[in-house]
């Protein structure tokens, strides 16, 4: 009966040369090959950080833009859209001027791009005539207006308006 637990093996720890050299070249190109993968990886790490970048300052001017929007209209802006234009060309100018000082002095300054005040407003004296109650075509024609932006929509809703004032 043979043991073949009790004889020791012989293993080789060393390859011969020949083995030895394929080896070393495929571990040569694999480092290669892991090498260029990291580089690919950081160069569309760069290229999403970039993207990133891009994407925040678009949405900060987004939000900007619809902060100032908003305090148009609430301000009691009429053409909300050019008093935007003239708020954010005085914020370049000014880094560090604030909206609602903005607002205010654009308001006495342009006081035509803001509604007026009902106090401000004049009364309809008594020889006055008194036109009938055409608002429900006004309101028709500033939806209008409003809802296409079109020239002509606009002008009609002025000439209403024009008869009320």
């Known amino acids: 009966m043979t043991h073949t637990n009790d004889e020791p093996r012989q293993e080789q720890t060393t390859p011969s040369g020949a083995e030895a050299i394929p080896e070393a070249v495929l ?23 970039a993207e990133n970048q891009t994407l925040r300052k678009t949405l900060d001017r987004i939000q900007t833009e619809q902060q100032l929007v908003q ?9 909300g859209e050019t008093v935007c234009l003239l708020i954010r060309q005085q ?22 791009l803001f509604e007026a005040d009902n106090a401000a407003r004049p009364k309809r004296s008594a020889g006055q ?3 009938p109650d055409r608002t429900a075509a006004l309101q028709q024609a500033a939806g209008r ?15 209403i308006r024009r008869q009320f004032t």
């Open 27 to 49: 571990i040569r190109r694999q480092a290669q090959a892991a090498e260029k993968e990291l580089a690919q990886i950081k160069a569309e790490c760069n290229r999403l950080d």
């Open 71 to 79: 305090a148009a209209r609430a301000a009691g802006a009429i053409d």
């Open 91 to 112: 914020l370049a100018e000014n880094d560090k001027a604030d909206v609602p000082t903005l607002l205010e002095r654009l308001r006495r300054e342009k006081s035509w």
């Open 129 to 131: 005539r008194v036109l």
């Open 145 to 159: 207006a409003e809802r296409t932006g079109r020239l002509n929509d606009v002008q009609e809703y002025l000439r």
